[in-house]
């Protein structure tokens, strides 16, 4: 059984930036690809981007690459999602995933944070 806990999200004006931090639990964390999805209301949920294992294979989603910047660190047990640069079309709520595999899809994904709220200001 994984658990996954987001934070760090918030308000921020148009063009600023947020750190999303996932903490996952318990160590068997390091065995799983990770991936950020987003869902707003009214809207299917969107993938955003994916990590491997290691750490050194990453994939974003269109209109992302460029801003977002996935990572992580498994030493701590834990996955992060860099935004940059960020725009009112990015309001949503972020989710954590956890899954065998990178994918792009949530149907990839067996383990499920609750999600953290991100609203940007135009």
């Known amino acids: 059984q994984v658990q996954l806990v987001e934070s760090g999200g918030g308000s921020v004006q148009a063009g600023g930036s947020l750190r999303l931090s996932c903490a996952a639990s318990p160590l068997t964390f390091t065995n799983f690809a990770m991936a950020w999805f987003r869902q707003a209301p009214g809207k299917e949920r969107q993938f955003v981007a994916t990590i491997n294992l290691s750490g050194n294979n990453k994939g974003y989603g269109d209109s992302l690459w460029g801003r977002f910047t996935i990572s992580r660190d498994n030493a701590k047990n834990a996955v992060y999602l860099d935004m940059n640069n960020l725009k009112p079309d990015d309001t949503a709520v972020y989710f954590c995933?956890?899954?065998?595999?990178?994918?792009?899809?949530?149907?990839?994904?067996?383990?499920w944070g609750q999600g953290t709220q991100v609203t940007v200001s135009s």
């Open positions: 995933a956890a899954g065998d595999s990178t994918d792009y899809h949530p149907r990839a994904y067996h383990y």
